[in-house]
């Protein structure tokens, strides 16, 4: 994984956007995991990188931001914690568990919060749920985390997520292959690592 990774080129292996999110903490099972949300620049980055943000809204956010830094600094806090929450959600669902209903109750929380903003808008024919243009509150890109997550929990295919195989990674990915084998957050990434590894101690035996 590139030392040059950040919340706006970090790698979407995912597939579904609450994962992803997830992921913005690299080497999560290290003993030196790296937070790649270190300002609220870094999470309006990521929703343009994911795209649920537009050019026009991250200048609005990124402007907002500037004229209220508190308020900037405790949405990045929020963000943070609602990450951990989806983790720990996620993560219980990917090893066989159920999530725990504190952290249940803490997502409907966020989720009616969300839900709250949303507003009947005009689209090509008829009309559709989303968030209000004029509302540039500076937790929209939470908004679509927990919609993302909460979506995913009802899907009734909870049995696809899984957590990278990897002891240092620990990112949580969806998968979509056919038998449902998939083992690593990426084969070019974890994957070769871990077949570099295997190569090794295949080689070090025989020579030992």
Same mark, same amino acid.
């Given at each position: 994984?590139?030392?040059?990774?950040?919340?706006?080129?970090?790698?979407?292996?995912?597939?579904?956007?609450?994962?992803?999110?997830?992921?913005?903490?690299?080497?999560?099972?290290? *003993?030196?995991?790296?937070?790649?949300?270190?300002?609220?620049?870094?999470?309006?980055?990521?929703?343009?990188?994911?795209?649920?943000?537009?050019?026009?809204?991250?200048?609005?956010?990124?402007?907002?931001?500037?004229? *209220?830094?508190?308020?900037?600094?405790?949405?990045?806090?929020?963000?943070?914690?609602?990450?951990?929450?989806?983790?720990?959600?996620?993560?219980?669902?990917?090893?066989?568990?159920?999530?725990?209903?504190?952290?249940?109750?803490?997502?409907?929380?966020?989720?009616?919060?969300?839900?709250?903003?949303?507003?009947?808008?005009?689209?090509?024919?008829?009309?559709?749920?989303?968030?209000?243009?004029?509302?540039? *509150?500076?937790?929209?890109?939470?908004?679509?985390?927990?919609?993302?997550?909460?979506?995913?929990?009802?899907?009734?295919?909870?049995?696809?997520?899984?957590?990278?195989?990897?002891?240092?990674?620990?990112?949580?990915?969806?998968?979509?292959?056919?038998?449902?084998?998939?083992?690593?957050?990426?084969?070019?990434?974890?994957?070769?690592?871990?077949?570099?590894?295997?190569?090794?101690?295949?080689?070090?035996?025989?020579?030992?």
């Amino acid at each position: 994984m590139s030392d040059k990774r950040n919340a706006g080129n970090v790698d979407l292996h995912g597939g579904q956007l609450c994962l992803d999110f997830v992921n913005t903490l690299d080497w999560r099972l290290s *003993s030196q995991p790296q937070d790649l949300l270190l300002s609220y620049a870094d999470l309006v980055a990521w929703g343009r990188h994911v795209g649920v943000l537009s050019d026009a809204w991250t200048r609005r956010l990124l402007r907002e931001s500037r004229k *209220s830094p508190a308020m900037a600094d405790a949405v990045l806090k929020r963000a943070i914690a609602l990450r951990e929450l989806v983790y720990r959600v996620f993560s219980s669902i990917a090893h066989g568990g159920t999530p725990g209903r504190q952290d249940i109750d803490r997502l409907n929380v966020a989720l009616s919060e969300s839900l709250s903003r949303m507003r009947l808008v005009p689209a090509a024919a008829s009309f559709e749920w989303d968030w209000d243009e004029r509302d540039l *509150s500076l937790e929209r890109p939470l908004w679509y985390i927990v919609q993302a997550a909460a979506t995913l929990l009802t899907t009734g295919k909870l049995d696809r997520i899984r957590q990278c195989n990897d002891d240092n990674c620990g990112w949580l990915f969806f998968d979509a292959s056919k038998n449902r084998s998939r083992r690593w957050c990426s084969m070019k990434d974890c994957g070769n690592r871990a077949k570099a590894r295997r190569h090794y101690r295949k080689t070090k035996a025989k020579s030992d």
